[in-house]
């Protein structure tokens, strides 16, 4: 590709901005990054309690959007959406990435046993079964179990990121039983570097992966 590659990426929570610009400026700072942001998309995740029809169909608009603004690649940054963002794929042909289509790829090619890490409710059920139907369909039985860090994601939206990162930090160093621990949100990314992480364990986080990723899919 000759010119920089334009990239969205697509929030629906705030928190999610600032990590995923940062693996971009570390990994790939050639690319042309434009945030596009809607709060009510986790807004209204939270109060249906699972996926709808609307939503899906919203997420066709957006990923739309994107397209007719000239996006070369979409990276969707909140993990309660797989359902509508696999939607989304059937209808462009551009290169579209849920938040943790990447890292997946990565933990099941590393395998073994391992920690995913959340911090959102909705996020669980959706991870769970998008990591579950991607094993599938490669023919393995991932070993992975899941863990919701309390309290993390209400310290960040009230602006308190060490008090975040400090109880996702906590939560890693009680899994010394893992080799792997998987932080499954965009928002967790920063948690990694807390220097409260006390762990032998290899650390997966999700804009890293990504854009990996799309590195490799857009031939860079």
């Known amino acids: 590709m000759s010119t920089a590659p334009r990239i969205f990426l697509v929030h629906a929570v705030d928190v999610s901005m600032a990590p995923a610009s940062s693996s971009f400026k570390k990994l790939w700072p050639e690319a042309s990054i434009v945030n596009l942001l809607d709060e009510s998309l986790a807004i209204d995740m939270l109060a249906d309690g699972k996926m709808t029809p609307r939503m ?42 849920t938040p943790n289509q ?27 079964s998008e990591l579950s139907d991607m094993a599938a369909a490669l ?33 890693v160093n009680g899994l010394n039983q893992y080799p792997t621990i998987v932080l499954g949100q965009f928002s967790m990314a920063q948690a990694a570097l807390h220097p409260e992480v006390k762990t032998t364990a290899r650390i997966l986080t999700t804009p890293d992966c990504a854009v990996r990723k799309l590195k490799g899919l857009l031939g860079v």
């Not at 590393?110 to 890490?117: C, F, R, T, V, Y």
């Open 56 to 97: 899906v169909e919203r997420f066709a608009r957006l990923g739309q959007y994107c397209v007719d603004a000239g996006a070369d690649a979409i990276l969707f940054t909140c993990s309660a959406f797989g359902e509508a963002i696999n939607n989304l794929k059937t209808l462009q042909r551009i290169p579209i990435l």
């Open 102 to 128: 990447a890292l997946f790829e990565e933990l099941l090619q590393i395998g073994g046993k391992a920690a995913m890490l959340t911090t959102f409710t909705p996020s669980v059920q959706a991870l769970r």
């Open 139 to 171: 023919g393995i039985k991932p070993d992975v179990d899941s863990f919701m860090v309390e309290g993390a994601l209400d310290a960040l939206l009230r602006q308190h990121g060490h008090e975040h990162d400090q109880l996702i930090a906590q939560r």
